[in-house]
């Protein structure tokens, strides 16, 4: 088995920053993409920024310029490194990651961290 641990989230004013993590951790096992994925109250998942084994980056466009996504492959550890947050980033925010076992690739997702950011 394959967990995901999310921290960071929070309690921040508008204007403010914070960095999520995830880590990864469990027995045998490559992950090949990850992403941050949020849900506000009342609205769908949405994707906020993916990264590819090599680095590569996408974000929403309503985070892009202000969200930074970032991995250490070594320690198996992704990161969101999000700035200049307003109220409408508020939302519970959950790592996700493609990962392989054996022959077998399947996504596996956190717990996910409330963002929280007041006006």
């Known amino acids: 088995q394959v967990q995901l641990v999310e921290s960071g989230g929070g309690l921040v004013q508008a204007g403010g920053s914070l960095r999520l993590s995830c880590i990864a951790s469990?027995?045998?096992?490559?992950?090949?993409?990850m992403g941050w994925y949020r849900r506000a109250p009342g609205q769908q998942r949405e994707l906020v920024a993916h990264?590819?084994?090599?680095?590569?980056?996408n974000y929403a466009g309503s985070v892009k310029g202000r969200f930074i996504i970032s991995r250490d492959n070594a320690k198996n550890t992704m990161y969101l490194q999000m700035n200049s947050l307003k109220p409408e980033d508020t939302a519970a925010y959950y790592c996700?990651?493609?990962?392989?076992?054996?022959?077998?690739?399947?996504?596996?997702w956190g717990q996910g961290t409330q963002v929280t950011v007041s006006s």
């Open positions: 990264i590819t084994t090599g680095g590569s980056t």
């Open positions: 996700n990651a493609a990962v392989t076992r054996g022959l077998v690739l399947r996504d596996y």
């Open positions: 469990g027995n045998s096992f490559s992950i090949n993409a």
